[in-house]
């Protein structure tokens, strides 16, 4: 079946422009989960969500990130007047329920601010 | 601080080789540890995982992992390296005290398979 895909899976964008980033879990798939790999950071975990509702945000380095997911599904980040640093690889991760749950990892989205 | 650290940045082996990953962990109590896997331009992977019962764990590609609680360790092994095991591998580390399914991984350990 189909995995979790992301969109674009490239984005190059200027500094204090806003971009949105897609993530389609796979289907039946209650908890989502989106991450942030980065040359100086590693791979971090952003904020997830178990159906529409996002009970952790505490990894969102700041107010300009935000997220939200719909239909139990889909799922958008976005992130506001972008800066040099928020360049990073952003990965979403979904899994039938939240817990243990192996999370299955779509391709990424690589985005570049200029 | 819940954590987990992955002691080797970088590792070199000869295809048909043995390969062993290291991997520790801070935590309390039992915790919830994986193993993922990264090739270039794509996404993780799940080797495999522990969250209790025997500590040597299959997974899938001929990998295993022996968690050992004394140690703090769970390590990934595999007996004979192929160069399509070229890789990022990732230790990772989820509990149920934290937000749950939330995982921390490790910084990374980079493996090239020389001919």
């Known amino acids: 079946g189909a995995g979790v895909s992301q969109s674009p899976s490239n984005k190059v964008t200027e500094k204090g422009k806003d971009v949105e980033l897609r993530c389609d879990p796979i289907s039946g798939h209650t908890a989502l989960y989106w991450y942030r790999q980065s040359l100086g950071q590693g791979l971090e975990f952003l904020i997830y969500f178990q159906g529409n509702s996002a009970p952790d945000k505490s990894g969102l380095p700041s107010d300009r990130f935000s997220a939200e997911r719909t239909g139990g599904s889909v799922s958008t980040l976005t992130i506001q007047r972008t800066q040099q640093e928020d360049s990073a690889v952003y990965l979403c991760a979904s899994s039938l329920f939240a817990g243990t749950d192996t999370q299955y990892f779509g391709p990424g989205t690589r985005l570049t601010v200029l | 601080a819940q954590s987990v650290t992955q002691p080797d940045i970088h590792i070199t082996v000869s295809e048909g080789a043995s390969l062993e990953l290291r991997c520790n962990y801070s935590y309390g109590a039992t915790p919830y540890l994986f193993w993922y896997v990264q090739s270039p331009g794509q996404g993780l992977q799940l080797l495999l995982k522990y969250f209790s019962g025997d500590t040597l764990v299959q997974g899938i590609k001929g990998f295993e992992a022996e968690f050992k609680r004394s140690q703090s360790s769970f390590n990934l092994r595999k007996p004979s390296v192929h160069w399509s095991d070229a890789a990022e591998y990732f230790c990772?580390?989820?509990?149920?005290?934290?937000?749950?399914?939330?995982?921390?991984f490790g910084a990374g350990t980079q493996v090239v398979v020389t001919p």
């Open positions: 990772a580390f989820t509990s149920s005290t934290d937000s749950w399914g939330k995982l921390q």
